[in-house]
């Protein structure tokens, strides 16, 4: 009998080679002629259908903006399937994530942008941002630096906030952010970080085995909060406790909702 976790595999491998060509198609007409639209909704189309294919249900409270920048807390991969069923985002993710195996090809041609986290780099790593920016496209990055098991906030870093007060941004005094708060509903009541990706001797593999050959799962929650304006707060580290704030407040107030 072929193992749940088997089938969940091959169907989203199947998935995957049916949309490729589709989105390759995409990728060139958003390289060449700044249409997003084939883009948008294979990304959409396959994260969401990746999450019904595990058996993980999404529940959205409030509505994503057209901010500039998005932010939220870091628990589990199944993060960035969430956020792209939702959202039109190009995520900025630490450079040792493009060697990974298979994830490494997916966060490439999901049109990720790699960041170096040493501090020489911070200059190149603005002007990056704002290239992306200038063209109209909404970021996503989580500011706490690493995931954790989804009972707490770390401290945000600021410094990728340091591209909200940019000439982009200061010109026209425009430009916001808005903070989102992830939380996850574990289907094992004595596991209640079964979802996360955190301990240092776990490997991503290993934990999307785990995930997978689950057959009862549970759900992820996004609560969306209000946007921030740049213009409101004198410098990136004010922005950035600002949303450390916003996102910790979802968190604590996630006993009453879930």
């Known amino acids: 009998m072929i193992s749940i976790a088997i089938l969940r595999v091959s169907i989203v491998v199947v998935l995957t080679l049916v949309l490729m060509p589709i989105y390759l198609i995409g990728l060139f007409l958003d390289y060449f002629f700044g249409l997003r639209i084939v883009v948008l ?7 969401r259908a990746v999450m019904k294919i595990i058996g993980v ?14 932010v939220s807390n870091h628990i589990s991969w199944l993060d960035i399937l969430a956020i792209n069923s939702t959202l039109d985002v190009v995520f900025i993710a630490k450079n040792e994530v493009r060697s990974w195996p298979g994830l490494g090809l997916l966060a490439v041609l999901g049109q990720t942008i790699f960041i170096e ?17 200038k063209k109209g496209q909404s970021v996503f990055f989580f500011p706490e630096g690493t995931s954790t098991d989804g009972s707490n906030v770390k401290q945000f870093k600021s410094s990728l906030f340091e591209v909200c007060y940019g000439e982009l941004f200061k010109k026209k005094n425009w430009g916001s952010v808005q ?3 992830i939380i996850y509903k574990s289907p094992i009541a004595d596991d209640p970080s079964f979802y996360s990706f955190w301990r240092e001797e776990d490997t991503i593999f290993a934990n999307i085995k785990k995930i997978i050959k689950r057959a009862g799962q549970g ?7 209000r946007p921030l304006q740049f213009s409101k707060y004198s410098n990136r580290k004010h922005l950035s406790y600002a949303c450390f704030k916003n996102v910790k407040s979802g ?7 879930f």
């Open 251 to 257: 968190l604590a107030n996630s006993e009453n909702s």
């Open 219 to 225: 759900r992820v929650q996004l609560v969306f909060h």
């Open 117 to 133: 986290r040493k501090s020489l780099n911070a200059l190149s790593q603005k002007r990056t941002l704002e290239e992306c920016l």
């Open 57 to 70: 249900k999404r529940e959205l409270i409030g509505l994503g903006s057209g901010a500039n920048i998005f």
């Open 179 to 181: 903070p989102i708060t």
């Open 41 to 47: 909704l294979i990304k959409k189309l396959w994260s």
